[in-house]
Nanobody, 115 residues
Framework: QVQLVESGGGLVQAGGSLRLSCAAS????????MGWYRQAPGKQRELVAT???????NYAGSVKGRFTISRDNAKNTVALQMNSLKLEDTAVYYC?????????WGQGTQVTVSS
């Protein structure tokens, strides 16, 4: 089993920045993808950004140019730098680790953007 622990959520004004971090309890063998997903009240969980173990990134169109995902393979961590936050970015943000055979989720961290 792998535990994912997120940190860095909170309350921020529109236009501000937050940095989310996620630490995995251990590394997993082989190629994998780490990422961030979010779920707003009454909506389905959606992809925010992902990054492969080789460093290839993918972003949702709504966050492209504002959010930056990065990872440290040696420390088994992934981070999400969120700039120019908008009201619609308010959601619970979940860290995800997808390996060849398993998918792991963190418990989620709340991000609230106020006007």
């Amino acid at each position: 089993q792998v535990q994912l622990v997120e940190s860095g959520g909170g309350l921020v004004q529109a236009g501000g920045s937050l940095r989310l971090s996620c630490a995995a309890s251990r590394s997993i063998f082989g190629l994998n993808t780490m990422g961030w997903y979010r779920q707003a009240p009454g909506k389905q969980r959606e992809l925010v950004a992902t990054i492969t173990s080789g460093g290839t990134t993918n972003y949702a169109g709504s966050v492209k140019g504002r959010f930056t995902i990065s990872r440290d393979n040696a420390k088994n961590t992934v981070a999400l730098q969120m700039n120019s936050l908008k009201l619609e970015d308010t959601a619970v943000y979940y860290c995800r680790l997808a390996g060849t055979y398993s998918i792991y989720w963190g418990q989620g961290t709340q991000v609230t953007v106020s006007s």
